[in-house]
């Protein structure tokens, strides 16, 4: 039941978010932040003390977002957008977080100002004074609304659709609190580009079932096309069967799934008690070839389904999973 209350919710809040309507209408739609401006204060005649550059960028609902300087009081109301504050150097600026957050460990001595439900305590974000809100898909339109009627500073980051979208996220999450990110993100395109050359070099991609939750063992849930898990799986070397399903996500039967006979099973569910010996036990499953070959493998869903840096980790724990033999 945990694991169907889980999946449930994060489906919920991506539909939320993704049915919302923006707090503010733009001049012209903008599907992804537009790379920040920074514009110097004016010079003045008479001697004064520096002007902090303004920062503006457009964030992922559409809204031109600026701040007089970079933020130094950050509430973080995403998991993977905490993950990017972490990865840019810019913990120690983070002041509360939401429930979900957990990576890296020192982040749980934050404050938490709730939303594992999706049902955030506005009262506490106030409290902490943050000069930026840094919000996701994964937060409705209306809370971002809310929050702006309160007089706080809200960017919203959008999922990205492939690693281009991630390193500007990373970018623009950067400029906005004044650290430079250019080494980091230089080092995830170096290993993103290291993952692609080895698996350029295959003749057929391998069939790839990602099982996100097996509550119901006969009709387990899937990612279709369009999502980020099943960009990382072509990327790895695959081709995700549950492609061909409708909706980015979907259940598929054992019929299914059986016929369309992955080579690798991974399973995103592993976390909340489903195992290996399990999944090769249900009914009609024994005749699919990842179940014949054992190549079934647990897998941190929390790598593949946080749009954050560790994108990358999965990528890299993918394709050694689905080609071993590249990466001896």
Known sequence: M?????????????????????????????????????????????????VPAEI??????????????????????????????????????????????DFPAEVKDVESVGGSMGDFNVEAIVALKPDLVLASELNAPELVKSLEDLGLTVYSLPNP??????????????ALTGQDATESIDALKTRVA???????????PIPVFYE????????????GAGTFIDFLITNAGGTNVGAALAGEWAQISSEELVKADPQVILLGDALYGVTVES??????????????????????????????????????????????????
């Not at 996100?212 to 990612?223: A, E, M, N, V």
Request: glycine share 6%; proline share 8%; net charge negative.
């Open 212 to 223: 996100l939750d097996g509550t119901d063992p006969l009709k387990p849930w899937t990612t």
């Open 161 to 174: 659709k492939d690693f281009e979208g991630l390193y500007k996220n990373i970018e623009v999450v950067a």
């Open 194 to 204: 290291a993952v692609q050359e080895k698996t350029a070099s295959l003749s057929t």
């Open 56 to 101: 503006s960028a457009v964030d992922g609902l559409g809204r031109e977002v600026t701040l007089s300087a970079p933020a130094t009081s950050i509430v973080s109301l995403s998991p993977s957008n905490t993950e990017i504050l972490y990865f840019i150097g810019a913990g120690d600026q983070v002041v509360g977080r939401d429930e979900l957050s």
């Open 279 to 328: 999944v090769a036990a249900r009914t009609g499953w024994d005749a699919i070839t990842a179940v014949k070959n054992n190549a079934i493998y647990p897998f941190n869903p929390d790598l593949a389904t946080r749009p954050g840096p560790r994108l990358v980790d999965a990528l890299e724990e993918m394709a050694k999973l689905l080609h071993p033999e590249l990466f001896k």
């Open 2 to 50: 945990f694991r169907k209350t889980f999946f449930l919710t994060i489906l919920l809040a991506l539909f939320v978010a993704a049915c919302g309507s923006p707090a503010v209408v733009a001049t012209a739609p903008v599907t992804e932040p537009a790379v920040p401006v920074v514009t110097e204060a004016p010079v003045t005649e008479a001697p004064v003390s520096e």
